[in-house]
Each structure stands twice: as C-alpha cells, then as structure tokens.
T-cell receptor
Framework: DTAVSQTPKYLVTQMGNDKSIKCEQN?????MYWYKQDSKKFLKIMFS???????INETVPNRFSPKSPDKAHLNLHINSLELGDSAVYFC??????????????FGNGTRLTVT | RKEVEQDPGPFNVPEGATVAFNCTYS??????FFWYRQDCRKEPKLLMS???SGNEDGRFTAQLNRASQYISLLIRDSKLSDSATYLC????????FGTGTRLTIIP
C-alpha cells in the first residue's frame, strides 16, 4: 500500500490554465507539506498543514492555494499557470504531535510541465 | 549566511572507497536533522535521522556538530547502488533541504 500518494503523476498543460494536484496519506500523520523541486533540483517548501490548520505559508504567489479537507489529504490548486511553475511538486507528511523531530515521508511527485 | 550549504559535487568515487560530505545550517534552533537519498526522477527517501551523539546504520554514519552547525554523512565500502543525490534536511515544523550532493560510484 502506498503511504503518501499523489495524483496525477504527470501533468502537461498550457499557460493560463488552472489545475489541481491531490495528495493523500494513509500513515495516520498529522502534518502534511507541499514542496517544489525545480530544474536545479532545489527542494523548496511551499505550505504545511497541521491537523487541517495552515502553519507554514512561504512566499508563494497567491495563484497557489492549498486545501486540507482532513488531516489525511492536502490538495494544491494552481490558477493561471505560468511557464515558471514547471517543476516537480512533492507532497510529504510526518507525525509530530507537538514534537518536530520526525522525518518527512514523500509522495512520488507530480511532474508539472507548462507550455 | 545561507540557510543551508551543501557541496553539490559531483563526487565520483571508486567502488569500495569511503566518502564523506557535510552540510552546514544557519538556524541554531533546529531540532531535527536528516539525510535523504534521491534517485533520478524519484522522490527523496529517508536514509537516516541524525542524532546528537552520532549514529550508524550499516555502512552509513551520520554525525551532528551543534557548535559548528553542521551534519555529516560517511559512507564506507561504497557500492554501485550508492550512486544517488544525498540531501540534508533540518529544522523544526519547517524542514529545509540542501541542494543535494551528487554521488557517483565508479566500478
């Protein structure tokens, strides 16, 4: 069983479109993240939710809107896609329960290409 | 000072050799430290957590130096299958990653 699963795995779309990426974890973790890995392989945090509450919101354009309907799901909606949004987006989760010393478990990534 | 500094490599090392790399961090309040391995076109996977007293897992040894704010990873008797990019990660509620060190083991 996949622990952290993302869909879709590949997403090719045109500039200006709106798209969503979904993430689900079945590990019982209470904190979920979105990271963006660009062509230079730099893994940059975007958002984090703890028990459905937004706790980290890095300097991400407001075209990106995360939503966490419950603590097992964290989706990412992107409006008005731009060429620079092309990257691999990784969802991740961890168990925290107030102690921030547990590792992240990553999903297998969504490769977004904007043309 | 950058949040994290990691030598991008590439490190090209003969099979059987020992290789080590470091990662320095700027946030002295960091509580958690990790090494991840990322294969080409795959997701990062946890290699090992790094504890204050240092820890070992088979051929891999990780160490933390809080005074100098760096973590290290030592790989002994390197195997071809160790070829990958190694990412350091640290922080608290926010985990920040280095840019990765690319390692290639040469037969």
């Amino acid at each position: 069983d996949t622990a952290v699963s993302q869909t879709p795995k590949y997403l090719v779309t045109q500039m200006g479109n709106d798209k969503s990426i979904k993430c689900e974890q079945n590990l019982g973790h209470d904190t979920m993240y979105w990271y963006k890995q660009d062509s230079k392989k730099f893994l940059k945090i975007m958002f984090s939710y703890n028990n459905k509450e937004l706790i980290i919101n890095e300097t991400v354009p407001n075209r990106f809107s995360p939503k966490s309907p419950d603590k097992a799901h964290l989706n990412l909606h992107i409006n008005s896609l731009e060429l620079g949004d092309s990257a691999v987006y990784f969802c991740a989760s961890r168990i925290t329960q107030g102690a921030w010393n547990s590792p992240l478990h990553f999903g297998n990534g969504t490769r977004l290409t904007v043309t | 000072r950058k949040e994290v500094e990691q030598d991008p490599g590439p490190f090209n090392v003969p099979e059987g050799a020992t290789v080590a790399f470091n990662c320095t961090y700027s946030n002295s309040a960091s509580q958690s430290f990790f090494w991840y391995r990322q294969d080409c076109r795959k997701e990062p996977k946890l290699l090992m957590s790094v504890y204050s007293s240092g820890n070992e897992d088979g051929r891999f040894t990780a160490q933390l130096n809080r005074a100098s704010q760096y973590i290290s990873l030592l790989i002994r008797d390197s195997k071809l299958s160790d070829s990958a990019t190694y990412l350091c990660g640290f922080g608290n509620e926010k985990l920040t990653f280095g840019t990765g060190t690319r390692l290639t083991i040469i037969p």
